[in-house]
């Protein structure tokens, strides 16, 4: 599959956080004349923000003389969407670049793998990020279709990567890890900072902090807290406190800490 040098049209078929993220960040720069999205109104939402840019909630109104479709929708979706970008486009599959944006999906269009542009990144709309230094990952079967991909990626992010596609799964489950699941403990931290009298806020100091010291010195050394040290009447005293889900994230986060060290301590004790 040979991709175009110069990709000047884009079709974005999407509209929820990631897909507003990247329509804002490449409007002006290159002619973005269609957004999908199955509720129209969405697509009006994002479509209203470019001159000449049209809102579809149908496949089959996609402009065949596009020469990229960034297929940004829920992972369950894109094989679909892909299936009917396949009839639309015809032998003008050869032609338009397509890619998709997720980290775990292994889709293909016309019967050969799709092309991945994936920004390691949370994504909420109405919060601005700066884009710029947004890792985007990319993975493609031909030059012609990295150049492409590299060119676009490299109009919203200074920091484009090379990735193979096995890679991508272990690549979303670390983010996952580092940055859902770590957002989830900061809800629950929230909960009991209200109950307390706070605000999330006075904890900005040390999430900060920790980040700083996990990126410098790296997150396994940089372990500190009651299961690192094995102080018992601690862990005993907060699970006092907790009820139900939130004791058990505590219980097994603070065991699987106690776990990870418990070599470690035993080596400096011997």
């Given at each position: 599959m040979k991709g175009p040098k110069k990709i000047k049209r884009i079709a974005l078929i999407g509209a929820g956080n990631m897909a507003t993220h990247l329509f804002s960040s490449l409007t002006g720069k290159v002619e973005i004349v269609q957004v999908y999205s199955r509720h129209i109104e969405n697509a009006r939402v994002l479509a209203a923000k470019s001159p000449d840019c049209a809102a579809i909630c149908d496949i089959a109104d996609i402009d065949r003389t596009v020469d990229?479709?960034?297929?940004?929708?829920?992972d369950s979706a894109i094989q679909e969407v892909a299936d009917k970008l396949s009839k639309v486009l015809g032998e003008k599959?050869?032609?338009?670049v397509v890619v998709h944006t997720s980290g775990t999906t292994t889709a293909t269009i016309a019967g050969k793998k799709m092309s991945v542009l994936y920004p390691l990144q949370t994504f909420t709309?109405?919060?601005?990020?700066?884009?710029?230094?947004?890792?985007?990952?990319i993975a493609a079967d031909t030059e012609a279709d990295t150049r492409?991909?590299?060119?676009?990626?490299?109009?919203?992010?200074?920091?484009i990567l090379y990735i193979e596609r096995e890679k991508l799964p272990k690549l979303h489950?670390?983010?996952?890890?580092?940055?859902?699941?770590?957002?989830?403990?900061?809800?629950?931290?929230?909960?009991?900072?209200?109950?307390?009298?706070?605000?999330f806020s006075v904890m900005e100091n040390?999430?900060?902090?920790?980040?700083?010291?996990?990126?410098?010195?790296?997150?396994?050394?940089?372990q500190t807290g009651p299961a690192r040290r094995n102080d018992d009447n601690t862990i005993n005293y907060h699970l006092a406190m907790l009820e139900g889900e939130n004791a058990h994230i505590y219980s097994l986060l603070t065991q699987s800490i106690i776990n990870e060290y418990n070599n470690d301590d035993k080596n400096n004790n011997g």
């Amino acid at each position: 599959m040979k991709g175009p040098k110069k990709i000047k049209r884009i079709a974005l078929i999407g509209a929820g956080n990631m897909a507003t993220h990247l329509f804002s960040s490449l409007t002006g720069k290159v002619e973005i004349v269609q957004v999908y999205s199955r509720h129209i109104e969405n697509a009006r939402v994002l479509a209203a923000k470019s001159p000449d840019c049209a809102a579809i909630c149908d496949i089959a109104d996609i402009d065949r003389t596009v020469d990229m479709a960034i297929v940004a929708v829920s992972d369950s979706a894109i094989q679909e969407v892909a299936d009917k970008l396949s009839k639309v486009l015809g032998e003008k599959t050869d032609k338009c670049v397509v890619v998709h944006t997720s980290g775990t999906t292994t889709a293909t269009i016309a019967g050969k793998k799709m092309s991945v542009l994936y920004p390691l990144q949370t994504f909420t709309k109405g919060v601005a990020l700066d884009m710029k230094t947004v890792p985007f990952f990319i993975a493609a079967d031909t030059e012609a279709d990295t150049r492409a991909i590299r060119s676009i990626a490299s109009l919203m992010s200074e920091n484009i990567l090379y990735i193979e596609r096995e890679k991508l799964p272990k690549l979303h489950l670390a983010a996952v890890f580092a940055c859902n699941f770590a957002n989830r403990t900061w809800a629950i931290a929230e909960e009991i900072l209200h109950d307390a009298g706070f605000d999330f806020s006075v904890m900005e100091n040390i999430v900060r902090t920790t980040l700083d010291k996990a990126l410098a010195v790296g997150a396994r050394e940089g372990q500190t807290g009651p299961a690192r040290r094995n102080d018992d009447n601690t862990i005993n005293y907060h699970l006092a406190m907790l009820e139900g889900e939130n004791a058990h994230i505590y219980s097994l986060l603070t065991q699987s800490i106690i776990n990870e060290y418990n070599n470690d301590d035993k080596n400096n004790n011997g």
